[in-house]
Structures are given as C-alpha cells and as structure tokens.
C-alpha cells in the first residue's frame, strides 16, 4: 500500500534540507566581502582621491539601504516562486556594483555603485535566509545560525588576499577582480536551489525522513506562536516594533564597527604593527579582519543552536550585553596591538548572532507561511542601523578621537539586553496567550511551549 505524502514536500534530489542548507551558506559566504571587506579599500581610497572619510561611508550606507530594502520587496516573490532564480539574478547584480566601485571617478560614482551591490546582496542573502527557515522547520535557530554564518565567516579567507592586492595593484583592480569572482560562484551554486516545503510539518518530515502517516512533530523548546500571521498584521504588531528597536540598537553599534574597523586600527596607529598568536605574526589589521569574520561567522549557528534550546530571549540578553561591555573594553584598552585584535573579536563574536536569532524569532511567533516577507520587514532595522557608520565618522571628526562613538555604540547594546528580558519575553508570551484564546489556531502551525 503507497504511503501518503504531504502534497507540499518538494521532490527530486535537490530537495534534501542539508543540500539546500550547504548551497545558501556557499552563496553567502560569496556575498560577505560586499559588507566585511568593505572596510578595508577605505584608507586606500582616501589616500587616493582624498575623499574625506564620512563621504566614503556614506557608501557603505547606500549598500545596506539597498540590501536591506530590496529583501521585503523580494520576499513575496521567493515565497511564491522560490529561491533560484532570485539567487542567480542577485550575484550578477552584487558583482556590477563593485565593477561599477572599480571605475569610480567620483564618491558619487562609488555611492551608486555600492547601491548597485547592495541590491544584489541583498537579494541573496534574503533568499537564503528565508529558504533556511523553512526548510528546518523547528531547527531554525540552528538553520539560519549556519547559513548567515557564511556571511560571516567567508569574507575571513579573502582578508590576506584583498589587503595584499590592494597593496600591490590597487583597490580599483581589486574591487573588479573580486567582483567578477564572487558573482561566478553564485550563479553557478544557485542552480541547485529549490522551493522550499510551504508548510511546517513538511519541512520536519523531510529532515526526519518519515511519511506523513508515521510523522509526529516534535515538541517545541521555545515560546511559538499558533498560527501564521499576515504582513499586514505583522505590521501593526508590539512585538514586531520592539524587535525592530533592539534590532536597530545592536546593529548600528555592529555596522559601524565593520566600516570604520580599518579607520580606527589606523588612528590608533597600531594597524601595521605586527601581532603573533600562538606561532602566527601578522599585521594588526589583518589579524583583526580574519579573527573577528571566523568569530562573527561562529557565533550564529552556535547562538542560534543555544537559542533553540535556552530560549531566544534569553540569549539574547547575554549576548547583547557581552557586546556592550565588548565595544566598553575596546574602548578602554584597545590602544594596543594585542588587545585590539582579542576585543575587537569579542565585540563581533556577540553581534553576529542577531542575524540568526532574529529570523528564528520571527518565525516562531509569526508563523511559516510569509517567513520570507515577514522577516523582510524587520530586516530594514539594518538599514536604520547602517546611518551609525556615516553618523560616527561626523562625530569622530567633531570631538577627534574614537571615545564617544563606541561609549555610544557600547549603552545601545546594554540597552537592548534590558529590552530582550524586560520587554520582548513579556510581550511575546502576553500575545501568544492571546491568540491561543482570541483567534482559531492555524494547521501548519505549531505549538506554543
């Protein structure tokens, strides 16, 4: 007698959860040079064109707009036609902005540039988010922990290689090599991504292996809502708007650290001085680079991971809280080579985890069904967040010297950890208990814990 299968499970080869996982971590490490390799070609293109530092910025700030805003608009497009053609179209898009980088005559030029890059960026890394949280199913803290770890931890392996052509042929030709390369491999890995399952219990049958007739879904770890909520409720929703302040808050501080890393390593004037760990020498600032890209890579599948078991809030409080007093210590004792590198390295060890937590989170309270778009939305909290990178170099430039950016950028985060354990946790439970009473539960939902 045949088994019944869920008539929304994909089929094929390709539809096997960890293929699709290890493909959008692939195209995400593709993607990461676009924000963390950005930091490096600034000192040079100031020396170059002698443009000042906060208008050089003012690009990076353009490209998360672009990311960022394009990621709700192709949200309804991915979860109705699915992640390949979005994939393949977006690492064509992100290569130009940097070709476009290369042959910049003006900031303005570079400006559109970036903005070029930042749709396509935002275009795969949108995608893949998305396509990771349904695919996992109940596993999706660990799920997008993973897939952002790529755009993490990728640009790590390209620090060495893009600080040493800069140096010896120049951010223009840099920029252009980079950018071609980076575009081949998603185009060419996008071609395995396919639809993912529509509803919950479709994704955990095919991480399982089960039919539908012998499948039990597992029993949630943490606080999940009970049905799958519209963009336009999501909205309107308290929940929704307080992870929208906390997410801004620990992303401004997060962001401006990745533009200005190079900016500060070089005020300090310990970027070029030479660093061993264990038995490993290097300059201040490639040391700095590729630690804190493996560390910010790290942290998302294991907080996220945590955050499956111990609860999202929860880790985030303690991680948002070992970021303030990260970007404090910094602060305090960052003027040396040594303690630079370690701390610089905690500060992006405790940021990276947003990008994994934030998802899961929105996904268990507002339901499978528009987890693309739905996330999409709370995504533009990155955006808001990039004005610090810009906004930092005016201050810096106002009060010479880098103090009151990270004192900033350290309370932030201090005051995001309050709000995850004082505020969110509150909330969310008060609304879950609601729509529990209030409203019909939805069938591809799970059950609040």
Not at 130 to 155: D, H
Not at 165 to 187: L, N, P, R
Not at 229 to 256: N, Q, R
Request: proline letters at 5%; hydrophobic letters at 55%.
């Amino acid at each position: 007698m045949a088994t019944a299968v869920s008539t929304d499970q994909p089929r094929g080869p390709l539809a096997n959860p960890w293929l699709q996982l290890v493909a959008g971590i692939i195209c995400m490490a593709a993607v990461a040079n676009y924000q963390y390799g950005w930091t490096y070609f600034v000192p040079a293109m100031q020396d170059a064109n002698g443009w000042s530092n906060a208008n050089i910025q003012w690009a990076f700030t353009f490209f998360v707009t672009l990311e960022v805003w394009i990621v709700p608009i192709e949200g309804p497009l991915v979860d109705k036609y699915g992640p390949k053609l979005l994939v393949l179209f977006g690492g064509i898009i992100a290569g130009l902005g940097w070709i476009i980088n290369a042959h910049a005559g003006s900031v303005q030029m570079l400006w559109v540039g970036n903005a070029v890059a930042g749709i396509g960026a935002g275009m795969v890394y949108g995608t893949c988010i998305g396509n990771a949280v349904k695919w996992f199913g109940a596993r999706r803290g660990l799920a997008a922990g993973l897939t952002s770890m790529g755009f993490g931890i990728g640009a790590a392996f390209t620090v060495a290689p893009i600080l040493h052509m800069i140096k010896v042929s120049g951010y223009a030709y840099t920029f252009q090599f980079f950018g071609i390369a980076q575009a081949i491999i998603v185009v060419i890995v996008s071609l395995v991504l396919v639809m993912p399952p529509r509803t919950l219990k479709a994704a955990e049958m095919l991480w399982a292996g089960r039919s539908a007739q012998a499948y039990t879904p597992p029993k949630p770890t943490v606080l999940q809502g009970t049905r799958d909520y519209s963009p336009g409720e999501v909205i309107v929703s308290p929940v929704f708007w307080v992870m929208f302040v906390m997410f801004t808050l620990v992303a401004a501080g997060g962001l401006t650290a990745v533009a200005q890393l190079a900016s500060i390593a070089k005020d300090f004037y310990i970027d070029q001085i030479p660093v061993t760990i264990l038995v490993w020498t290097q300059a201040t600032l490639a040391w700095t680079g590729q630690l804190n890209n493996i560390v910010n890579g790290l942290t998302r599948p294991l907080l996220g991971g945590l955050s499956d078991r111990l609860g999202r809030e929860n880790t985030m409080f303690v991680a948002f809280l070992l970021e303030g007093v990260g970007i404090f210590l910094l602060w305090k004792f960052g003027t040396t080579p040594l303690a630079f590198v370690l701390l610089a390295g905690l500060v992006f060890f405790a940021w990276g985890e947003i990008f994994s937590i934030f998802p899961a989170t929105m996904r268990d309270h507002f339901g499978q069904k528009f987890a693309t778009t739905n996330y999409g939305m709370l995504y533009m909290a990155k955006w808001v967040g990039s004005f610090g990178a810009p906004i930092a170099g005016y201050i810096t430039a106002a009060t010479h010297g880098w103090s009151m950016v990270l004192i900033i950028a350290a309370i932030m985060n201090i005051v995001a950890a309050l709000m995850s354990i004082l505020v969110l946790k509150p909330l969310r439970i008060w609304d879950v208990r609601r729509s529990e009473t209030g409203m019909p539960r939805a069938p591809s939902a799970a059950p609040a814990s």
